[in-house]
């Protein structure tokens, strides 16, 4: 007895469709138009005899931060991580390699022998700032940590239009 299909059936053959009415796609023939500026220019205004791309978007550079006021908050915070009050990785950015890596190691041994600040309130006393040409900068920094007055040379040097902290010396 044959069996009943249940369900829809599948055809060994493929399902037969309309034939396609579009022209062939080549150049010139069935491809997507391509915008023509001139063409949908507005009748009432001249072309230009040669256009030119218009010009990319630039934001304009963010101004430097005056050398003193910089190097007073970097040196503030290069001794909060001193003390154990800030972590060494945020000044990774704004310190060379070899100053961060001096920093790191210091601020490391310091917290092991002194313990952690408990909240250190570091106030900048002064800062005298010496230019040495228009890329570098040499400042002296005088902070108070709460219990002693420490002194702190630094110079600072352009990289990629920012500042950088290529030397650091805190006493």
């Keep these: ?15 037969s469709r309309p034939p396609d009415t579009r022209p062939p796609a080549g150049p010139g023939r069935g491809a997507a138009p391509r915008w023509d500026p001139v063409r949908f ?5 001249e072309a230009p005899a040669q256009e030119s791309p218009p010009a990319p978007a ?17 040196t503030q ?7 154990g009050v800030r972590p060494v990785q945020q000044l ?18 310091a917290q092991r022998v002194g313990g952690t600040a408990t909240s250190a309130r570091v ?19 005088t902070v108070h940590d709460g219990r002693r007055v420490r002194a702190a040379a ?3 040097e352009l990289f990629r239009g920012r500042w950088l902290v290529t030397a650091l010396e805190i006493g």
């Design 123 to 141: 106030r900048v006393r002064s800062v005298r700032v010496s230019a040495v040409d228009d890329a570098r900068t040499e400042a002296c920094v």
């Design 58 to 74: 630039q934001a304009p550079a963010p101004a430097l931060p005056e050398p003193g006021q910089w190097a007073a908050v970097i």
């Design 1 to 15: 007895m044959p069996r009943a299909a249940v369900g829809p059936t599948r055809s060994a053959t493929p399902a």
């Design 154 to 156: 630094l110079r600072i």
């Design 41 to 45: 220019r507005s009748a009432t205004r």
């Design 77 to 83: 915070a290069a001794i909060e991580a001193l003390l």
């Design 92 to 109: 990774s950015r704004w310190l060379a390699t070899p100053v961060y890596q001096a920093l790191a190691r210091r601020a490391g041994l």
